[in-house]
Antibody, heavy 119, light 111 residues
Framework: QITLKESGPTLVKPTQTLTLTCTFS??????????VGWIRQPPGKALEWLAL???????RYSPSLKSRLTITKDTSKNQVVLTMTNMDPVDTATYYC???????????WGQGTPVTVSS | QSALTQPPSASGSPGQSVTISCTGT?????????VSWYQQHPGKAPKLMIY???KRPSGVPDRFSGSKSGNTASLTVSGLQAEDEADYYC???????????FGGGTKLTVL
């Protein structure tokens, strides 16, 4: 059974850097074709894809956020870390991580972690 | 504004069928057979219902089906049940630069 869980601060100040950790079990990020992605959802709004890292360390970023995002993996710890710099109130959202295999969609998803950006 | 266009709402009575559309461009929906659909109940994480246009993950009822024509993908829910009431999001691979784009979501109401 694959499970993922996001962790990180619930409140960050504007201009600060957000660091989120996705801890997973039930699969290995060293297995060919496997990836972990990050998706966010502002309150009452739609999903927005942020970033994805593959087993071979191939990394993909949303073009609109690429300059602010960094995704890394620690295969030994079964963790993926997303950092987002220069946080703004518009970045207030629930942040999800999800398992991905090639381009077969994100399945399953973590429970999500809410992040509020406010001074 | 989301990259893929979905109707904000859809509805149907129990037992009926409803179809939700997802319109993109030749750079995403029309260019690849990598369209996914997600179901999201209030306060819950999204759940994959369809991948690669028309494939169902294990455990998803066959009442859910997907299709694509040109730049528009569709999700059809047949034999509507009360538990199908949720938000539905489409997504598509959009090439190596944009990679993945989502639709704005459709709220499905079971009357």
């Amino acid at each position: 059974q694959i499970t993922l869980k996001e962790s990180g601060p619930t409140l960050v100040k504007p201009t600060q850097t957000l660091t989120l950790t996705c801890t997973f079990s039930g699969f290995s990020l060293s297995t060919s074709g496997v990836g972990v992605g990050w998706i966010r959802q502002p309150p009452g709004k739609a999903l927005e894809w942020l970033a994805l890292i593959y087993w071979n360390d191939d990394k993909r970023y949303s073009p609109s956020l690429k300059s602010r995002l960094t995704i890394t993996k620690d295969t030994s710890k079964n963790q993926v870390v997303l950092t987002m710099t220069n946080m703004d109130p518009v970045d207030t959202a629930t942040y999800y991580c999800a398992h991905s295999k090639l381009l077969e969609g994100f399945d399953p998803w973590g429970q999500g972690t809410p992040v509020t950006v406010s001074s | 504004q989301s990259a893929l266009t979905q109707p904000p709402s859809a509805s149907g009575s129990p037992g009926q069928s409803v179809t939700i559309s997802c319109t993109g461009t030749s750079s995403d929906v029309g260019g690849y057979n990598y369209v996914s659909w997600y179901q999201q109940h209030p306060g819950k994480a999204p759940k994959l219902m369809i991948y690669e246009v028309n494939k169902r993950p294990s455990g998803v009822p066959d009442r859910f089906s997907g299709s694509k024509s040109g730049n528009t993908a569709s999700l059809t829910v047949s034999g509507l049940q009360a538990e199908d009431e949720a938000d539905y999001y489409c997504s598509s691979y959009a090439g190596s630069n944009n990679f993945e784009v989502f639709g704005g979501g459709t709220k499905l109401t079971v009357l």
